[in-house]
């Protein structure tokens, strides 16, 4: 007798009806559908820690660089030692110099001002240096802004609040020259943050040549490029 071969199409039906009966017996009848294989290799943090933009105001608490450049302190500032020497540091990048405004003044009056007159939270500058009337002449008063290593209030504008160090010097100097102790203690605290943050005297600003809107702080009579010319024989060391 001669065979004959199958249909085709009966092969295919068997096969067809063998993977549904082994659809069924593994998953049962109305099971969801396996999930989809993960990634075997997952993504990789990048190590680091993420970087402000230009402009914006860094989280609090601030993560500080843990160290910078040793840098000898003066004898002018000896007094100040423990305060100005911080275990982490912000990364300043700009030093804003203001005047009161006014004759007399210290740092504990002007908190007060800027708490009840301006609503913060503080004294809005890093670093008052006295006139001798309120505070000691060429004293240096540090805030709790500097002790904290938080960002300024002083700047009226954005970048140099959250990166530049605020110095206010009472007195007047609009219409005043400053007394050459009191410069001598600001010309010692700001070629010693200079030296310490890298700053270079193109980056010692006034408040004026910041502020948004405008201002006449710290004064025509303020001697903003002596500043920078010691700041600058100072980096040269």
């Known amino acids: 007798m001669t065979l004959r ?19 069924i017996l593994v998953s049962g009848p ?7 294989m993960k990634a075997l290799v997952q993504p990789v943090p990048v190590p ?4 402000s ?29 423990g305060a100005l020497v911080q275990p982490e540091t912000r990364e300043w990048k700009s030093i804003i110099v203001h005047h009161s405004a006014s004759l007399s003044g210290n740092a504990a009056e002007f908190d007060k001002l800027h708490r009840e007159e301006r609503g913060w939270d503080m004294l809005g500058y890093q670093f008052v240096i006295g006139n001798g009337d309120g505070a000691p002449a060429g004293g240096v008063e540090v805030g709790p802004r500097w002790l ?14 959250a990166y530049g160090i605020g110095i206010c010097v009472v007195g007047n100097y609009m219409d005043h020259e400053m007394p050459e102790g009191v410069y001598a ?29 405008g201002t ?22």
Do not use: M
Not at 12 to 19: D, I, S
């Open 5 to 23: 071969p199958r249909p085709v199409r009966v092969v295919l039906l068997v096969a067809a009806l063998v993977c549904a009966i082994s659809g």
């Open 30 to 36: 109305g099971a969801d559908p396996p999930p989809p």
């Open 48 to 51: 680091g820690r993420a970087v």
């Open 53 to 81: 933009p230009v402009g914006a105001d860094p989280p609090e608490p601030f993560a500080g660089i843990p160290f910078a450049p040793i840098v000898p302190i003066p004898e002018s500032l000896s007094g100040i030692a």
């Open 148 to 161: 904290r290593q938080l960002h300024g209030a002083h700047a009226g504008e954005e970048f140099h609040n």
């Open 185 to 213: 203690a600001l010309r010692d605290l700001t070629c010693w943050l200079a030296r310490r943050y890298s700053i270079t005297p193109d980056r010692i600003l006034g408040h004026s040549q910041v502020r948004v809107g």
């Open 216 to 237: 006449e702080c710290p004064g025509v009579r303020f001697p903003l490029e002596r500043l920078r010319a010691d700041a600058a024989a100072a980096l040269r060391k």
